[in-house]
């Protein structure tokens, strides 16, 4: 079981792709495109709308996002933006 799980995120969407793709939804519905708001995501995530305000408004780079954060996110794609 554990080794489908990791080769499905393998073949999958790496995690970078995924924090990603929420950050741009946010931006998208900060620009009124859109439902995934960063208040939408900071509260369903558990997370600080700080934290998630900063990514979208670009001051912070997603690169140096902490593991929990991009984990959260991920999980936030994979339940509202994979299709």
Known sequence: MIYNEFKKGVVGMKLTEKVEAVIKAAQAAKDGEGE????????ECGLTQGAIKRYVDGVSDISRMGLGVAEKLGEYYDNHLAK
Do not use: G, L, V
Request: charged content about 25%.
């Open 36 to 43: 995934h708001t960063s208040y939408r995501i900071f509260k």
